[in-house]
Nanobody, 116 residues
Framework: QVQLVESGGGLVQAGGSLRLSCAAS????????MGWYRQAPGKQRELVAT????????NYVSSVKGRFTISRDNAKNTVYLQMNSLKPEDTAVYYC?????????WGQGTQVTVSS
């Protein structure tokens, strides 16, 4: 079973940047499309960004388009999320998993807190 470990979160002021990483152990990473998801307090988990297995196609939810960039390094079994121009409404726990169905067990996530 693949394990997912997210990192890179933290406390940042509005307008700041963070780069999240998600490392996957085990096999199968390179053949799966991946997604970054987030869950804010009291809200359901939402999909933020996706990337195809080879990295050639990326998609974003409208609220982060132009500010966030998803990328991956299949040699390192890692997917990244570069987040710029952060807003308080980006505050959430961020997770990665396969897309469109989240087939692997969820990791612990990484907390992103954006202060105004």
């Amino acid at each position: 079973q693949v394990q997912l470990v997210e990192s890179g979160g933290g406390l940042v002021q509005a307008g700041g940047s963070l780069r999240l990483s998600c490392a996957a152990s085990g096999s199968g990473f390179s053949i799966n499309a991946m997604g970054w998801y987030r869950q804010a307090p009291g809200k359901q988990r939402e999909l933020v960004a996706t990337i195809t297995s080879g990295g050639g196609m990326k998609n974003y939810v409208s609220s982060v388009k132009g500010r966030f960039t998803i990328s991956r390094d299949n040699a390192k079994n890692t997917v990244y999320l570069q987040m710029n121009s952060l807003k308080p409404e980006d505050t959430a726990v961020y997770y990665c998993n396969t897309y469109p169905s989240s087939r692997w067990d969820w990791g612990q996530g990484t907390q992103v807190t954006v202060s105004s």
